[in-house]
Each structure stands twice: as C-alpha cells, then as structure tokens.
C-alpha cells in the first residue's frame, strides 16, 4: 500500500470517461470495474468507490451502457454492464475531447 | 413500479460491491471485521450513493415527461384539425359517460346527508301477494295508504306499518341491550296549502314521529326540531320547515322562529328551521313542512285519529338506527320474532294466519328505495348506451391514430435507429394519446354540467316538486379523470405498439410503410365500430317506435287546447256544502274567460284517473248484474263538451244536475253495449251497493281511454256529477282558443278573485299532462336519438377516414390497375365493395348482438317486440347508407388518381 493514492478530483466528468473505456474493452460487473480502473492506473487513481454507481445510472439512464444481470467469476449474482453503439460514439467524444484538454494543458505547462 | 425494482438491484449491487472489496482485504491478511469495516469507510455513505441514484432517475424521468408533453403540445399543434376533432369526439364521449354518471351517483349511490348514515336501517315485510287462488283478498293487510313492490321469488314487498307495530318495536328499546339506539316513524303528508302571511301555497308535508329528527341525528339551522313532546295527542301544533321556505318566505332561518301559519287553514307554530342539505328521508321528496304525526288528526280529519287503534291498516313508515356494534341480521333476528307475535294477533282467520308478513331489514343509510327502484334500470340502460359510445370513440381515434402512426413510421423509424429505446418512444406516444384524452376529458365536464342539467329537466319533466340532487362532486370528477387516462392509454397503445414494430430498415426505404397486420387492426377496429353503432340505432329505433305507439293510442277526448289545474277548497278553509257552490260558482266565472269556449272540473284528469282515490268504493250493480272492470269519472257540468267526448244519447252532466237532485250519471259506449245490449240506457238505474245510492243514467257518451296509455285503459266508465259527491281536491280543464299556458293568467285571477288563499297547483297542458304519464318513453326516444346520431357520425367519420387513408396509401396499386387498363367504375367499385364487406361483418355481429341486447329493454318497450323487424331492417338500411356515403368520396378519388403521378411517387 506505502503511499496514498490520488483522489480523481482533477477532472470533473472524467469517471464516466473511464468507464466507458473500461467497459469498450469487457464487460463488467461494478467492482470488476472499479478493480480495473485502479490496476490500469497503477493505484495512482483512486475513486471514491461509492460513486461508481450513481455514475454507472446516469450512463445506463443515458443508453450509453446497458446492465444485464449475470454470474461473476466466483459465481455471485451481478449486473454485468456493456457499453452499446451509443457509448462507443460516447466515448469517442469524450476521447477527443479529453485529448485536446490534455494537449492545452500540457501545452500551458511547457511554455515556461 | 420501476424504480422500485432499480432501486433493490441498486442495494444488490452495492452489497456485492461491498462483499468483494472485503474478501480482497481479507485476503490482503485483514480480519474479517476490519475488512468489512474498511470496506465500508472507503465506499462512503451507502445511503447518500442510493439518494443521488434515485434522484438521477427522477430527474430523469420528469425532464422526458417534459419532453414528451412539449413533443405532444406540438404533435397536436401541427394537426389541429385532427387534434380539434379527437378532442370533440372524447369531450363527447367522455361528457356523456359523467354526465349519466353523476345521475348514477346521486341516485343509486350516494349517502342521506346524515351523520352516520350506515347505521340507519329501513323497516320492511314482505309475504307472499294477498290474493289467493280465486282472487279473493285474504290478508292482514285490510287496508294501505302507500306502495308495494315486487320482491324475490314472488313475494310483496312493503314499508308501512300500522301504528301497533310501531309501538310494539319501539318498546324493545326501552328493554335491556337494545338493538336500536333509535327508532322513528313517518309517512307522506302530501300536498297541505301553507299559508303565511296572507300567502297561500303548495307544499309537500311529511308527518314525523318525536324521534324522527334525533334518529336520523340531524341539528336544526335554527330553532328546535320536533321531540317526543311535541308529538302526542292535544300538543301544542307546531311545524319544522325547509331552509328553502324559510328563505323565501321569512327572509332567513332566524326570522321564522316562532312564527305562526295555516297549514290547511290550521294554525301551527314554527319551531325550527332543518339545515340546507337535509331533506327528510327519501331523495325522492324534498317536505317543505315537517309536522308531528299526530296533528294529522287536526288536518286529515277524524278517519286519521282511528289510523292509530286499527291494526289491519297499514299506513306509517319505520326506520331504526343500529346500536354501535349491533348488525342488520342481528337486529332482524331479534326484532322479527317480536313482529311477528303482534302481528299473529291481527290475524282473524286461518287464510290471514297462513300468509303473515315478515319483518326484514333493509340498508338505511342511503334512505328509500324509490328514486332507486323507479330510476336504476334505465340509468343501467343509459349508462351502457354512453359507454358503447366511449368504446366507439377510442375505436375511432385509436384508428386515426393508427392511421397517421404509419405516416410517422419513418419518423420512428429514425428514432430507432438512432438509439432511441423502443419504449421510450411508446411512452412518448402514450403521453400524446393521454395528453389527447385529458384534454377531451376536461373539455367532457364542461359538456356533462350541461348535460345533467338538461338530463335533470328531462327526468323531472312535469314533476313540480322533482329533487334529485345530482351534482358533479369530487367523486365524479376522479372518475371521470379516471376515465380519460385509461381511454387515452386505450387508444394510444394499439398505434405506439404499431408504429415501433422493429422492421425499422423496411419502414426506412418505404416511405409510406403499412404492412398487412396493420390494415387488421384497422379493419377491426371498423367493423366493432359499426357494430355497435347498431346496436345503438336499433335501440333508438325500439324507442322511438315505443313512443309513436304511445302516441296513436286512441284517447278518444281533446289532447290539445285544453289547460288543466288543480284547486283543493277544503284545505284553503272551505267547509261542506259550500264547498259545491264554490267551485259550481268558479266554473261559470272560469267560461267567461274570453277565449275560453268551454270550462269543466273533474276529480282528476282523464289520463290519470283512478290514482286519485276513488269518490266511491265497492260494487256497482245494474238491477242484479255486477258491473265488473268499470271506472268512475266525477265530472262537473259541460265535461264531455270541454274534453270534446260525442254525446251519443241523451244529455251530458248539466248544471241542472245538483247536490238535491236526483243523482245521475251518464255512461260510455262499451259499458251500455256490454250491460244494455242494443236497449236505449236513458231513464234506467246503475246502483253503488256500499253508498247505497242509486244513480239515473241520462246519456251515453263515444268511449274514451280512462287512465293511462300503458296499463290497459278501461272504456267502460261511469261519469258521475261532481256537484253530487264533492270531492275535496279537484281538476279545472278550460278549452281555449290559441295557446293554453296563455291563459294561466286570467286563472290566477279569477281564482284570487273568488278566494285569495287558495293556491292554484298543477297548471298545465292537457298535452303535457299526457306526455307526462310517458315521461320515461320520451325522456329515452330522445336521448337514445341523440345517441344514435352521435354514434353514427362518429363511425361515419371512422369508416371515412380509414378509407381515405387506405386509398392514399394504395395509390401507386391504384395507379397501376388504371394503367393496366381498369375502368374508373371498376374503381370505385373495387373501395365501395370494401366499405360494404366491413359493414355487413358489423351487422353480422350486431344483429345477434341487438336482438340478446334488446330483450334487456324488453320492459321499457310498448306494443313493440324487441326485435321488431321493421325496426331492425330500417337500423341495417341506415347504417349501409351512411357506410356507402362514407366510402364514396374516396372511392371517387380513387378513381381520379391520374396513373402517372402515382406511378412516379412510387
């Protein structure tokens, strides 16, 4: 564990950003996501747990993921969410966005 | 609901959550409280996570319901002629449904505005008829001043009493655990002449036993209401009255307090005022006068102070209130052994032993049955009539709906395929079709305030005192709303399941859509629609036949140009024998009238003969021979010249013919053929055995129908003269040249002049007097006229539009026939033929539908069999006729269609 991992205040809007990536590459039940988005960060992200799932409504709600009811790997009832058509346009937008905010801020940081 | 079940897959989720992030904390080598515990910490606050999600989806869920209802807003907008038209048919249809209803409601359903009123129980017997095998009267029941009705399996059933009975069951209250905490009795004073101030009118009376006003726990508006101390034999006279009367009459409950007035010429004191809603016990009758029961000795006479000791004449009504936590069947079953004892003792032979009435309870708290069992069939009747129409109108909405869905399937489409969930977009269309309903719901009640106002007049027709206190309450109101929201659904779902049928790629590259499934429902829909519209023609057609039946009955006497009114001298203070002069002396200022030919007084009128109470009782004799079915007419001078009967021999009454005189009466054509043969009546003797009174016949009038149009009529009648019997209440009839109501003026004048406290009552048409007798035939001719028209129009606008539509729709088929050489008569034929096939499968289900259905009405129904095939061959004849209108302005433009536009379209 050693040091405290970040919160994922930075960047408001960027969780839902995350869990369409995570979902565009399986599909996953909360936890697995919220597993995911941590290991892929290398623990340099962490959020705060509760919120995914008001989060996962609003994109459900969005039809941007779809949940269906399915078995986890240890075999316990879950909601397995996928990400549909919508999402991946979703996301796609998202990605874009995100890249130019990046590339400003970067920018900002290295004209010294 | 929905949310409900997001909301526990929610938790679900979250404990699952919960549950893993432990175990790998667990396994990180934490116990497994700690591990539980910090699974929690780092989740935060459960309850918060679920708050925010539920508010997600309320949010959610109005801003689409917003969505939906400006989508809606200007869905409708863009189609205000069909919008218009949904929102006319549904106001209709829907005003119609509340406005019988409301009838309904304040009829058949609502409560006496009473405190309690479930715990008021209504006092009736019953026993098998009172005749026996020879139709001989063997009961207890010697005598009855009220009504019986039928009840199961047979039996009578009725609510008088006599007064012993009365008395033997109010004493069980005063034994140990009662089962009443009050027990009341009352019976219909009828009209009394009020006189206050100098001013003298008609009111309708109840007479009330002391614990009437405490049973039925009413509190006075002002003053004090009747107790046991004012009702006894030598009290004080002292009245009640309605809050009308002491508005009207005193300017304000306050002001009557104390008062004093004339009840029949009778002094009375007024003591209280009953508050605004009351209004006695039977929604039927709203009294003016509330009168202790025992001062009808004062105001009926001696025969009323004898009601009270004969037990073999029934004539008081009872109702009981239940002790808290005493039921109906308890109650019967301690109070009907006790009757049942008393009235054992009544008996006075083994026939009268042998067919005792038993004591049965009834349900009090919506007061008596009258109303009820007068109106509740032909309000079930209308009722199903304006919900037939309610059916028709969704169906042909729905249909229209239908139709303009398959022009906005490509819209649809659209929205499918860019994401738009399938449900969603049903949602946004039922929100339309609701929105459509709610609308035509609103506009609806606007439709039945009318509607049961005129529905009210037409009920009441002719009924002077006629109280039904229908109102559109709350109740209805919520009804009603009800209503409108499943109508809306109803229509809307067919076509929003429709339009979002997933074969989106073939709605997308055909424009105009329509698959064969659709036309179906569509078919259906027209068809059901026509069906029903027979069945409301037929029954139009049924009582618009009862009626014209009821019309050609042969009267045999003037219908028109004759005014009728009614004077009661003896209660206006008159006392024998100048009652006679009075009213001999009235009829000649009366025929001075200019403008009236001829002036008569009579018992009653002609049509309702033989409900006034007969003048004389008992057997009539012509030497040794009974006379058997004949009806007595006392009639004044002049009658058969007024009613415009043709003396056939002899003379009619004249005014020659006095209270000294040798008594006489003249008889119809049928009572001198049946008794005399082909021998001249004139100068020979009919005899009234009981009255001992031998009557000289001095003519022989035409016949005539004595009583009403429906109950059989008897022609044999005996007139006899008034000035000889003078009876107490009688009817004025004044043949006028030009219209007779313009007349009522000079009657109240020459009857003010004679005697200025005489209240003139029933003043009407000879006319109306009859059509008054066939009020319900009338009332149902014409509003299941207006019925059937609505209905008609209603499918014709159907028929019309889903063949327009179907015509638009195969415009390039239609086209290419043309093209191939079809004539434009094989066009037109080719759509007529169509509408003709969807209406005769209408009238294949309607005419076996219509005749079950009118064996229903079979009651309401004169001298016409419910499937009268005159009338159902004219319903079939009418209905193809507005079906081959329908459909010949599309078929026309069928056959317009030029080919090659429609080939190019397509």
Known sequence: MGRKPQKNDSLPGSLDMLILRTLSRRDLHGYGILQFIQQSSDN?????????????????????????????????RARIYKITAAGRKRLAVETRKYAKLTLAIARVMGAE | MVSARRSEALGEEMELHLAEKAADLEADGMTADRARAEARRRFGNVGLKHEESREIWMTRFFSELGQDVRYGGRTMAANKAFSALAILTLALGIGANTAIYSL???????????????????????????????????????????????????????????????????????????????????????????????????VGAEYVTGEYFRGLAASPAAGRLISSEDDHPGAAPVAVISFAT??????????????????????????????????GVDPAAAPDLYLPLHTNVLLDGARAARLYSDGNFYWIEMMGRLRPGVSMAQAQAALAPRFHQWVGAT???????????????????????????????????????????LVITCANIANLLLARAAARRREMAVRLSLGAGRLRIVRQLLTESVMLASLGGAFGVLFAIWGVRSLTFLLSHGQENFTLHAELNW????????????????????????????????????????????????????????????????????????????????????????????????????????ITTFYTELRKRLESIPGVSSATLSQSSIISAGHAGKAYRGT???????????????????????????????????????????????????????????????????????????????????NLRYGGLKDGGSSMIVFTAASQSSPDLVTYALRTAGDPLSYVRSVHEVVRSADSRMPVTNVVTQAAEIDRTINRELTFAKLCTGFAVLALLI?????????????????????????????RDAVVWMVLRRVLILAAMGLAIGVPAALSASQLVKSFLFETQPNDPGTLALAGVVLLSAAILAGYAPARRASRIDPLAALRNE
């Open chain 2, 246 to 279: 002491s508005q009207n009459r005193f300017g304000g409950p306050p002001n009557a307090i104390g008062q004093s007035i004339l009840v029949d010429n009778v002094p009375f004191t007024v003591i209280g005022v009953v508050p605004p809603e009351f209004f």
């Open chain 2, 620 to 702: 009539m004799k012509i030497g040794a021979v009974t006379v058997e079915g004949a009806g007595v007419m006392v009639a004044g001078p002049r009658f058969l010249t007024t009613m415009q009967i043709p003396i056939l021999t002899g003379r009619e009454i004249e005014d020659r013919d006095q209270a000294g005189s040798m008594p006489v009466a003249v008889i119809s054509e049928r009572l001198a053929r049946t008794y005399f043969g082909n021998d001249s009546p004139v100068g020979r003797r009919i005899t009234f055995v009981d009255e001992k009174l031998d009557l000289e016949i001095v003519g022989v009038s035409a």
């Open chain 2, 475 to 578: 109740k209805v109101l919520a009804v009603t709303a009800a209503l409108s929201v499943v109508c809306g659904l109803l229509l809307g779902l067919a076509p929003a399941l429709q339009s979002t049928r997933p074969d989106v790629m073939h709605a997308l590259k055909n424009g105009r859509g329509g698959v064969p499934h659709h036309r179906h429902v569509q078919h259906v829909l027209v068809v059901a629609q026509i069906a029903i519209s027979f069945l409301i023609l037929v029954a139009a057609g049924l009582f618009v036949r009862t009626l014209g039946k009821l019309h050609s009955v042969q009267l045999g006497y003037a219908r028109e140009n004759i005014l009728l009114f009614s004077l009661n001298a003896r209660q206006a203070g008159h006392r024998d024998p100048e």
């Open chain 2, 104 to 202: 309904m409601e304040s009829i058949l359903l609502r409560s006496l505005p009473v405190a309690e009123p479930e715990s008021l129980v209504v006092l009736n017997w019953r026993s098998q008829p009172p005749q026996n095998a020879s139709k001989q009267w063997v009961h207890v029941v010697h005598g009855v001043q009220g009504i019986f009705w039928p009840g199961d399996k047979g039996t009578l059933v009725s609510g008088m009493f006599p007064y012993g009975a009365f008395e033997t069951l109010g004493e069980t209250l005063r034994e140990d655990n009662p089962v009443f905490s009050a027990l009341f009795g009352y019976f219909n004073g009828r009209n009394k002449t009020l006189a206050i101030r100098g001013q003298a009118t008609s």
């Open chain 2, 347 to 389: 008996a006075s032979t083994e026939g009268e032993r042998a067919n005792l009435p038993a004591l049965m309870l009834n349900p009090g708290s919506e007061g008596l049955g009258s109303l009820r069992r007068q109106y509740s069939k032909p309000l079930y009747v209308l009722l199903a009539m304006v919900g037939l129409i």
């Open chain 2, 795 to 823: 499918a014709w606008v159907g028929l019309y539009g889903t063949m327009s539509y179907n015509v638009a729709r195969q415009a390039g088929e239609i086209g290419i026939r043309m093209a191939l050489g079809a004539q």
């Open chain 1, 44 to 76: 340099e992200l962490l959020v705060e747990e509760g919120s995914l799932y008001p989060a996962l409504q609003r994109l459900e709600l969005n039809d941007w993921i779809e949940g269906v009811w399915g078995v986890t790997s240890n075999n316990r």
